[in-house]
């Protein structure tokens, strides 16, 4: 047995099917870090695999360690890391690429094909005592900042990835976000953090927007129900018709749409952002849904559209995630709404499932505790 104890984590063997184990400590290398993990997000991938097994083509096959929204303490350091120190608290990027392909070389690391992330099948993930991570996807947290607000870094750091790196808001611009959930939020608040004039909140649930313009939106818009006999496509031009008209919107120059950001995956809303943004506007598809859409293909050219795919985060996402935070120009604490002990990480997932706690109060991040 080591001398750091059993590595109690919590294992997804099959579909619903969890268990707590007594696992090995992972050995570390030259360039590793062992960290304690003391806070864990829960993601909807990790009720997905849960509930399904499985995400398009990643399948649990054997059992596997839940959880890759962490962060921890630093217990153990490789003999060549020279930037932490045991006791350091860190958040922690839990995707290791293999830093030689051509993806990586050209500092586009989430493409690599041969990442190792976490809670990824076949790979484990964080809900566990202890976590091996390569030491340069440790980053220490400011004193500022909470185990807690670094659990939440790699959610915000999806949105750094798309709304700043890929989309490159400005000062000055308008974004509009599809979807008030905890991606959707974040995106806001990137948004809002990078100096945008209006950041637009999209949703059918009146909640959630009430909750998104009281966090990070300027303004929100919740769209009306579908005509009867009314084509997706015809609905979605309509619904963005009646939202440039009551938001003040324009086809064109600085009172039109700069950025939208899609982040619920929904047919009806990725039509809707083609014909929300302006000429010569940028789209960022987060959400990930339904695996084929119909989108309005002559406006891409019309328009002269630069439309993105956004996937997880790559180089300068997670520094600039806590340098936002750290600074104060984020705030996370708002969208931890439920804490769970090690212990009750079945309930928690259940509660995530079901979207609110028995005392009614709705979900928008539920966090983890480390085992005790």
Known sequence: MSSYGVNTSFVLRGVEDVVFEERPVPEIGPGDVLVEVKKTGICGSDVHYLVHGRIGDFVVEKPMVLGHESAGIVTKIGANVKHLKVGARVAMEPGATCRVCDPCKHGKYELCADIVFAATPPYDGTLARYYRLPADLAYELPESMSLEDGAMIEPLAVGIHSVSTLAQTRANHIVAVFGAGPVGLLCMATAKALGARRVIAIDINQERLDFAKSYAATDIFIPGPMKDGEARIDYSRRTATEMKEKLGLADAGPNGVDTVI???????????GYFLAKAGGTYVQVGMGAPNVQIPIVLLLVKELVI???????????ALAIALVGQGKIDLKPLVTHRFKFEDAKLAFEVNRKGKSEDGKGVIKAIISGPE
């Open 262 to 272: 899609e982040a619920t995956g929904a047919e009806v809303c990725i039509q809707t």
């Open 308 to 318: 993105k795919g956004s996937f997880r985060y790559g180089p300068g996402d997670y």
